[in-house]
């Protein structure tokens, strides 16, 4: 299993430009989840998705777009850049089955810079 | 609605000595508790985690956590560092739909 892979590793953009960070999972998990990590801070939550066709917001969610037409893939969409969302993004997945709570696992992550 | 607090940002040892990283929750429900460890540039890697079973958790590379409900603390510890335990730690807490909320991160440095 390859696990979680994430696309691409690193990436500057000009502000207003837009862009897709694709994820996918291979490990047939139900919930997929993206997390944006700031310097000196733990990672917030930005959307959710407990299946196919079902997103949610996360703490976080203004400036991003989400998707899950699949359940392997989650890309997450940027429409219109900002400096503000210069940060290293984190992809997730794990198995949930009612009120358990299993362990995330994450990918290695992408690093943008909005300049 | 929970949270977490780790109690110190930055935590330094002397290689072969005792690690404590501290972390105390708040929740209104019987938690699920984890701790991530991340090496610079790296993803998450899971270390332990904590589901309501035994209260003493153990996990990779020789770590350990005890959930102590009345104290509403879930502390890392390890008996011996080594100098790849060097990294950033963070206590987490899962919350509705698994929803994760992380602390803000311990910085482990090891030193010789």
Redesign the interface.
Known sequence: NAG?TQTPKFRILKIGQSMTLQCAQDMNHN?M?WYRQDP??????IY?S?GAGIT?K?EVPNGYNVSRSTTEDFPLRLELAAPSQTSVY?C?S?Y?SGT??????????TRLTVT | AQS?TQLD?HVSVSEGTPVLLRCNYSSSYSP?L?W?VQHPN?????LL?Y?SAATLVKGINGFEAEFKKSETSFHLTKPSAHMSDAAEY?CVV?GG????T????TQLKVEL
């Open positions: 979680v919930y989840y000196g801070m733990g990672l917030k939550l959710y407990v949610d996360g984190f997730a794990s949930t358990v709570s299993y362990e995330q696992y994450f990918g290695p992550g | 977490v940002s699920s984890f991530y790296k993803g998450l890697q899971l985690k589901t963070f899962a739909g698994n929803k994760l992380f602390g803000t991160g």
